[in-house]
Every structure is written in structure tokens, then in C-alpha cells.
């Protein structure tokens, strides 16, 4: 499934696509290949699986 895009506002816990209300799973996506381990944190709906870019990053 493609991650959407989604900027945070005051809060997310709620899914847009299907309703669920008790929050979010997260998933680390590997970006770039440099000697820093890099990734985007994306959201995950643990009801309907739809995918959530909100910006998050780490390294480390």
C-alpha cells in the first residue's frame, strides 16, 4: 500500500481512511546510503494497513 502524505495538526490518532481511534503502529523505512544509518518513521493503521508520511526522520 502507498504511504499518504499528512501533515499533524493538533493531534492524529484517528484514521482518516477507515475510522479506527486508538492510534498507530509505526515502521522505519530505510532512506539513502550513507555511513549514518537514515529513516523515515511512517505511520501504520493497525485496522485497515494504510501507510501515513508525516515527516518523521531519524539517524542514528
Known amino acids: 500500500m502507498k504511504a499518504v502524505k499528512k501533515k ?4 492524529f490518532k484517528v484514521c482518516p481512511k477507515c475510522g479506527y481511534r486508538n492510534g498507530f ?30 515527516g518523521f526522520k531519524a539517524e542514528f
Request: proline letters at 3%; charged letters at 30%.
Open 8 to 11: 499533524i495538526g493538533k493531534s
Open 25 to 54: 503502529h509505526i515502521m522505519f523505512e530505510r532512506s539513502g546510503r550513507s555511513e549514518k544509518s537514515k529513516y523515515k518513521i511512517k505511520l501504520i493503521c493497525p485496522n485497515c494497513s494504510q501507510v501515513f508520511d508525516v
